[in-house]
C-alpha cells in the first residue's frame, strides 16, 4: 500500500489518535513546539490531548511542567524541562551564530552579554521571576544599555540561548522570566552525537513521514548535521521514496485514515509549520477563489488537506469564529469543521458564535 503522508503525519503527531493526558507528554512527544503565538501554541497542545482545557495548560506552564524559550531557529517553542539543557547545548550556538549579524547592529557583544546576565542572576536569584520591563530596570541599574524594543530583546534571547533563563509562570497576561538553574536542576550532560541522534529519533517519530531537509529546517541544524543525526537512527525508522523525495518515519505506524475528519489548527502549528516541504497538506492549487484569502487567518484542515482559514474575534459572553472556506465544501466537511469549531470554544471555556466570511 502506498505510503499515506497526510493521514500518517496526523495519527503521528497525535491529532487523529493517541492523544495525551497532559501537555507535558505532548510536548515531550513532539519534542519541541512552536510557541511564540502563545494562545494558539496552547490550543495546539490541547489539540492532542484528551479533554484538555486552556487552564490545565496555563497551570503546566505556570508549574514549570512545561517551558516557554528559544531554543530552535530564532523563536519561542515549548519544550519540557528534561530536555531544554542539552537541546539548548545542540542547537543553540547556530541560532546565536545566525542573528550575529542583528547584534553586530544592535551593538551587541560577548562583553555586554557577560554583563547583562550577571546583573540578571544576580536579580532573579531565590526563586524571583521578573517581566522584561522589570528586566529592563535591572539591566539599566547595571549599566547596560537597553535603549530600543530590539536590543533589550536581543540581549534577553541570548540569555535565554545561554541558559542563563527560562520562562516563568505569567503575571496576568505579561510573561516572566526565572534563572533556569532554580526552574529545572542540573542534570547529566549528554555528548553532541547522542543529542543528535535523539532529536532525530524525537522528529521522524512524532513528525514523520518527513524528508532529511524537513528536519533540518524544523531543528535549526545544517543539513550534514540532520543527516548525521538520522544516519544514527535510520536502522530504528521505515522510509519510502515517492517521485524522488525519500521521506522517513516510525517502523511501528502506517497510513490510517482518520477518525475526525476537520481541525482547526493554530497559526504555527506543527503539522504545517515541521516542514520545509508542506505541498502533501497544503496545495493552493486545488483552490478556487470563495472568497479573499486572509494571509493571518489560522489554517482549517479537512482530511489532511487545508481548505480554508478561520480567526477568532472576541465577543462579549463567548468567542466569535469567521470560516473562509478556499474551495467549495460539501455537507459533510461543514459539519466537521463546526464540530471542530465546537472543540476550539469547549478548550477556551465559551460560547460559540460561528460565522463564514
Known amino acids: 500500500m502506498a505510503l499515506d503522508i497526510t493521514h500518517t503525519r496526523l495519527r503521528n503527531q497525535r491529532l487523529s489518535a493517541g492523544r495525551f493526558a497532559g501537555p507535558e507528554d505532548v510536548v515531550r512527544w513532539l519534542g519541541a513546539v512552536q510557541a511564540q503565538d502563545y494562545a494558539g501554541a496552547k490550543w495546539a497542545l490541547g489539540l492532542r490531548m484528551q479533554r484538555a482545557r486552556d487552564a490545565d495548560i496555563e497551570a503546566a506552564f505556570s508549574d514549570g511542567r512545561i517551558l516557554r524559550t528559544h531554543v530552535m531557529r530564532p523563536t519561542w517553542h515549548f519544550v519540557a524541562p528534561d530536555d531544554i539543557r542539552w537541546m539548548l547545548a545542540l542547537t543553540a550556538p547556530r541560532v546565536s551564530a545566525g542573528i550575529a549579524p542583528r547584534y553586530r547592529r544592535l551593538e551587541l557583544d560577548g562583553a555586554v552579554f557577560r554583563r547583562s546576565q550577571r546583573a540578571m542572576v544576580r536579580a532573579l536569584r531565590g526563586g524571583r521571576q521578573l517581566t522584561r520591563q522589570e528586566l529592563k530596570v535591572v539591566l539599566q541599574r547595571g549599566g547596560v544599555h537597553t535603549d530600543g524594543v530590539q536590543r533589550l530583546a536581543h540581549i534577553v534571547m541570548q540569555a535565554e540561548l545561554d541558559a542563563v533563563i527560562c520562562s516563568g509562570a505569567r503575571r496576568g497576561k505579561q510573561f516572566t522570566y526565572a534563572l533556569l538553574d532554580e526552574r529545572v536542576p542540573m542534570v547529566g550532560t549528554r555528548s553532541r552525537d547522542d543529542s543528535l541522534a535523539q532529536l532525530a529519533r524525537r522528529y521522524f517519530t512524532s513528525h514523520g513521514p518527513a524528508q532529511l531537509h524537513d528536519f533540518a529546517w524544523w531543528s535549526g541544524l545544517t543539513v550534514s548535521n540532520a543527516r548525521a543525526g538520522l544516519a544514527t537512527v535510520e536502522k530504528e525508522l521505515a522510509s519510502e521514496t515517492i517521485n524522488g523525495r525519500t521521506y522517513w518515519f516510525s517502523s511501528s505506524v502506517r497510513a490510517l485514515a482518520s ?99
Request: proline share 7%; glycine share 8%; hydrophobic share 45%.
Open 259 to 357: 477518525p475526525r475528519a476537520a481541525y482547526l489548527l493554530p497559526v504555527y502549528d506543527e503539522y504545517l509549520i515541521a516542514y520545509r516541504d508542506r505541498r502533501a497538506a497544503l496545495d493552493p492549487s486545488r483552490w478556487t477563489q470563495v472568497a479573499p484569502r486572509d494571509p493571518f487567518s489560522a489554517p482549517v484542515v479537512v482530511d489532511g488537506q487545508v481548505v480554508g482559514g478561520w480567526k477568532r474575534i472576541q465577543k462579549k459572553g463567548g468567542v466569535g469564529i469567521v470560516l473562509t472556506a478556499f474551495a467549495p465544501l460539501d455537507k459533510r466537511h461543514m459539519v466537521a469543521i463546526t464540530d471542530a469549531a465546537r472543540a476550539y470554544t469547549r478548550f477556551v471555556g465559551a460560547d460559540l458564535e460561528l460565522s463564514w466570511s
